[in-house]
């Protein structure tokens, strides 16, 4: 076996779990439907969404004073196409928009040698984008949908299988607590099409957490180049001192993948200096590492900017939306039961999760109602005004 070969194989096993579950819930689907006391029907995730989205659009525009787009299209592709547009979901740097297609597109086909041919064309490209492939992909029987070019993107794959999965689950007779099923995927795809009517009115957001991750996989893709190029003697001395596991000598690119993991930025700075990083103006690296790499702390430095205005954008276009789906569908009783039947829990333990981003939508909201989401979406907060919520409405009132 090759070396790529090798960190192809490792790239299918740290997505295993989710490729095992995602079997699972195809075979007990299918042994569902070959069992003929189950004689009970649900209406497809797309027969739903058409009845809701009208409503939903409504009771947007209503709260938020923001209409969504009527032009936005709702589709539901199945699992290999959804993970294709987790792909497109990432914001490469231009140079990189081909590489990460068909990466995704190789993994999506569980496509060991197609994944190999990837890592020989660019290994650069792939040190940094196949953290997204392994987060994105992992965490996609918990996602139900995605808004991505004025399209809603609903999970299809998961959401026409857990209805009935449910219910199967709970035992005979089926049809005993058919219609609370029927009403908490009905829930489901409320909050679903409801989230991302909310991520298709956040343009200015969207467009400032592009840029900035844009930025920060230019400079990731700078460090990888560095460390790629590293001489054997370099490599190994930082591998010793970094304490990271031995790699045999005939697999040179494993021991620099590993450096690259350990010191890219998204994870060294982060789990040293600790989520603080995201209000600092400045970092310090051991200047034993700096010796080794002497632009390693310029790298740093010019990551804190776009890793903290990604920080800020993406948890106020969170925090926004969660916000939205707790005021709307607060009283909603397809979404309780929603909560009840898919989540076990209620609509009060519900509500009182924490979310910084939530935090800060509620704290404008008590002061400018419906115009708060004007306000975030063309005034985005800072991360310092993200995490003291008051610093960003003493800013805001002072306009």
Known sequence: MTELEEFAD??????????????????????????????VKFDTPEQISQKIMPDLRQKLADFTGIAPDQNIKTEFPGL?????????????????????????AALAKQDRQGIASIIKEDTVKFFVYSTYAKAYISKISTTYGDYLDNTIFVNNFVLSSYPQIILYKQGKPYSFRYNEVVSGYTGALKMTILEELVHSIQKNL?????????????????????????????????????????????????????????????????????????????VEIDPVISEMIPQLLDIYQRWLGPIQRHHAAFSTMEGMAEFCVQNILANDDDFA?????????????????????????????????????????????????LKDPQLYLKRINQK
């Open 337 to 385: 039961q929603y909560l009840t039947t898919f989540m076990g829990t209620d609509i009060s333990s519900y509500q009182v999760r924490k979310h910084m981003g939530k935090d800060l939508a509620s704290l404008v909201y008590s002061q400018y109602g419906k115009e708060t989401f004007s306000i975030l979406i063309q005034n985005p907060p800072n991360t310092r005004e």
């Open 80 to 104: 290999e196409e959804l993970k294709k547009v987790k792909g497109r979901k990432v914001f490469s740097t231009p140079e990189a928009r081909e590489f990460v297609d068909k990466l995704f």
């Open 206 to 282: 969207y467009e400032q957490n592009k840029t900035a991750v844009i930025e920060v996989n230019k400079i990731n893709e700078e460090l990888a180049k560095i460390i790629l190029n590293l001489d054997d003697s370099t490599a190994s001395k930082l591998s010793e001192y970094l304490q990271l596991p031995d790699v045999p000598a005939e697999f040179p690119i494993a021991k620099r993948a590993n450096l690259f993991f350990m010191l890219n930025p998204d994870n060294f700075i982060v789990n040293v200096l600790g989520p603080d990083v995201m209000t600092f103006t400045k």
């Open 10 to 39: 490792a790239l299918l096993d740290q997505i295993s779990v989710e490729i095992n579950e995602e079997k699972d819930i195809a075979n007990l689907s299918s042994r569902i439907g070959e069992d003929s006391e189950f004689a």
